[in-house]
């Protein structure tokens, strides 16, 4: 069965610090992948996404990931953390045909002054 | 603004009651869900529809229904709200089937079920 884990539930980075949020799927064909984020009370933006070609996708905000087909992972970074960036962040499988996203648990972010 | 609009943004119920979700969207987008959001949990995904008039079972679709009548509208019917339904529920679109579409969300209704 498809799924997606996120290691780690929390993590804290100063402003200005470098930033990488895990993500591990399990998925038996070639995966589309997602990042989305979350700020309070507000809905999910899609940050970036891998098809195919090249491993290493640029996303909005300053945001990229790289697609490491060998470790099954699609971790997301950022070299330079501003407070804006406080959120929670999602990791997504889609899951072959009509289009279904399996979703991780979440990290949420927080970025110290 | 073209988007996915969601409606109330709040609700609470009592234990039985019912009520419906509403979700519109601008877009013209095919594909349409509703996900539920818990602590912990990420997104989990209740109905989905494919365009008007195609409905299916998402991972966790007891206690609620869909209809798909038109293009733009897919609200989300909650037929005897329970406790364990509280949560917030986000509903989504994208562009025809075929998983790699990212989805447009709505921005949620958080709704309480005492």
């Known amino acids: 069965a498809q799924s997606v884990t996120q290691p780690d539930i929390h993590i804290t980075v100063s402003e200005g610090a470098s930033l990488e949020l895990r993500c591990n799927y399990s998925y038996g064909a070639t995966p589309y992948l997602f990042w989305y984020v979350q700020s309070p009370g507000q809905g999910l933006q899609l940050l970036l996404k891998y098809f195919s070609g090249d491993t290493l996708v640029q996303g909005i905000k300053g945001f990229e990931a790289e697609f490491k087909r060998s470790q099954s992972s699609f971790n997301l970074r950022k070299p330079s953390v501003h407070w804006s960036d406080a959120a929670e962040y999602f990791c997504?499988?889609?899951?072959?045909?009509?289009?279904?996203?399996?979703f991780g648990a979440g990290t949420r972010l927080a970025v110290h002054p | 603004n073209a988007g996915v609009t969601q409606t109330p943004k709040f609700q609470v119920l009592k234990t039985g009651q019912s009520m419906t979700l509403q979700c519109a969207q601008d877009m013209n987008h095919e594909y349409m869900s509703w996900y539920r959001q818990d602590p912990g949990m990420g997104l989990r995904l209740i109905h989905y529809s494919v365009g008007a008039g195609i409905t299916d079972q998402g991972e966790v679709p007891n206690g609620y229904n869909v209809s798909r009548s038109t293009t733009e509208d897919f609200p989300l019917r909650l037929l005897s709200a329970a406790p364990s339904q509280t949560s917030v529920y986000f509903c989504a679109s994208s562009y025809s089937e075929g998983a790699g579409q990212g989805y447009t969300f709505g921005s949620g209704t958080r709704l309480t079920v005492v």
């Open positions: 997504a499988v889609g899951a072959g045909g009509y289009n279904k996203l399996i």
